[in-house]
């Protein structure tokens, strides 16, 4: 590093960095064809969020010309001029990657994706059916003209714009027809000969019978188009009445918020693309072209088909030992002793959702609290509140109405469980609440009991089949009882500031990671064993950033699991030598967040464990309501141990860093490294699960 070199690397750049490891995946002729489909799918959808929030963000602030310097000393201009160029060469690899690879390797497969000229007359009639019948009449052609402004339109809408001409007339006339959603974005041909799939684009079919949306007009040029809006908007919730009207009006707003980004396909009508310049308040540097016609930006219906030997080989998470028999009270098993569940290895269904539904509908439960921040359409945990509401339990929900782009879902369900009695709280004005918490408390003889669960990932039973994550099921009173003064903290006004047992943002969670961070840093200057090793999904916070760069120069070995962004600088001589940093893409979505410290021990499951909910991320430790929880059993810690060493060791998903932010996929050298740690992780529930029910039956 020279004098110059800043200390921290730019999170927007590093953003990029990972999804380019996710378009990475789409190219890996390991990974199964209709999967390399679905990568590519998450990589356009993970662009998509970027421009909604970091880009929106940015735009915002240079317009506002508030622009407060990135930690690696850039405006907000600086880091936009940056980022243009990197996301037109992302989108310049996806043209080679499709038609070379992708597309042919699917008409192998016998799967193809044609245009109007490539279909028989035969299925032309059917085309020629499906727009009368089923597409034109939910068309609205909407022409621009003095009597008629310029249609309002939507977040990551999908639209044609069309130039037109009256017969004999010179000026140009303008329309947009949107496509609706209503239809896949390819459609399957019928009547196909066994085991051929034939797609033609629901935008192919609407280009070819224009003339029938402008009868006796002359059609010049049709341009495919989409916009995307900011998504980051900024609400004064200082002296807020009503917090769920406030949310309702931003997801109203987002939808027509300022647009960010105007995307189109090759070659486009220079009239028409002007025209939406103008109309949208752009400029050139806002428009991106996609370097293949813009239906290819949704892969869903083909990645979809049911093909399974052109799919990862699906998992069926494996219910924990200690809960396998149905029959046993989930109480009575916690009382034994601490549960530790690993998504999605083990079950959601028969833990987590067994939790919450037995509590529901147990005679001997008087409370149910918990916090939720995403959840599944239809919720069974939801569902279970409402009966035990229903029975005449107290039940209290903590829904965020600002978990992003789940808002109308949280709204629906916040008002489903008003309904029927449960005490529905939207938390602290100014803070979401990311936290993830059940609390049930039981009347168990002439006392009271709580029994808590607390883990990294959302109460979602879908998502839950697909991240990976940990939850803790405990009734450790020390645990317990600080979850109690979190809730009255969320729905009172505690400002109980002395937890001891949780790290709880933004009360004490920052100083406390930095303390132990610390710790390790003496320890090893004492000739003490030290370690830190820490699993998250970004790390930016800049004073953590510091004291592990502290920490390395005493010695401290630190390894960093870091599934997205990663502004620290690792490997770098003099500042951060023994910081290794690795990211983690694959076939599960890595979000569970593990923290250890060695702390002096002499052996490594002596140290100190925790799983919580927060990033090292300054909005999760300054801007969130979070908690992270100490793991004390040792079954437990042992489990969390082997699942880091699986994932450090792991030769087939990782990705090594270096100090200037770039990645390097490590590749397999040895016999039976080509398994990666989620097929591993797997196995390992697999035949724990197998040797359990073997024993079970004396086998």
Known sequence: MTPTTPLFLNREI???????????????ERNPLLERLRFLNIFHSNLDEFFMKRVGGLQRQFYAR?????????TAEEQLKNLRPQVLALNEEIKSLFFEQLQPQLQQQQIFMIGWADLNEKEREWAAHFFRERVFSVLTPMAVDPGHPFPLISNLST????????????????????????????????????????????LDIVRHFMDQLFPRMQIQNVMAFRVTRNADIESDTEGVEDLLELIEEEVKQRKFAEVVR????????????????????????????????????????????????????PWNPVTLTQLADESANIFTVIRSNDILVQLPYESFTTSVERFIVTAASDPTVVAIKMTLYRTNEESPIVHALIRAAEMGKQVVCLVELKARFDEERNIHWAQAMERVGVHVVYGIVGLKTHAKLALVVRRERDEFRSYVHTGTGNYHSQTAK????????????????????????????????????????????????????????????????SGVVVKCNNLEEKTIIEALYEASQAGVPVRLIVRGFCCLRPGVPGLSENIRVTSIVG????????????????????????????????????????????????????KIWEALQI??????????????????????????????????LSEKARLKSLLFKMDELKI
Request: negative net charge; aromatic residues 10%; contains cysteine.
């Open 159 to 202: 639209s044609l714009a069309v130039s037109l001409q009256v017969p004999n007339e010179e000026d140009m006339l303008f329309a947009r027809i949107k496509v609706p959603d209503l239809f896949p974005s390819w459609i399957r041909i019928p009547d196909t000969p066994p085991g051929v799939e034939r797609f033609i684009s629901v």
């Open 466 to 529: 697909m991240y990976t994550d940990l939850g803790l099921f405990t009734c450790r009173p020390d645990l317990t009882r600080e979850v109690v003064e979190i809730f009255h903290y969320l729905t009172g006004r505690s400002l109980k500031a002395d937890y001891t047992t949780l790290l709880v943002a933004p009360i004490n969670m920052k100083n406390r990671f930095i303390e132990m961070i610390k710790q390790e840093a003496d320890n090893a200057r004492a000739g003490l064993p």
């Open 647 to 680: 994932m450090l060791a792991d030769q087939r998903l990782t990705w090594d860093m270096d100090g200037d932010g770039n990645y390097q996929l490590r590749q397999p050298s040895q016999p039976g490294e080509e398994m990666g740690a989620h097929d591993l």
């Open 262 to 313: 105007l995307e189109h396909g090759p070659n486009p009508d220079l009239w028409l693309l002007d025209f939406l310049l103008d109309e949208l308040d752009l400029t050139p540097d806002d428009v991106y072209e996609y370097p293949m016609a813009l239906e290819y930006k949704n892969l869903a219906p083909i990645m979809n088909l049911n093909l399974p030997q052109l799919k990862f080989r």
């Open 66 to 74: 508030v622009s407060p310097l990135s930690p690696d000393g850039l």
């Open 14 to 28: 590093g953003w990029l960095k990972f999804n380019q490891r996710v378009l990475f995946q789409a190219k890996d």
């Open 587 to 638: 076939p599960f979505l890595e979000h569970s967040r593990i923290f250890y410290f060695r702390s002096g021990k002499p052996t490594e499951i002596e140290g100190r464990f925790f799983i919580g909910s927060a990033d090292w991320m300054a909005r999760n430790l300054l801007g969130r309501v979070e908690v992270v929880a100490p793991v004390e059993d040792k079954f437990a810690k042992e």
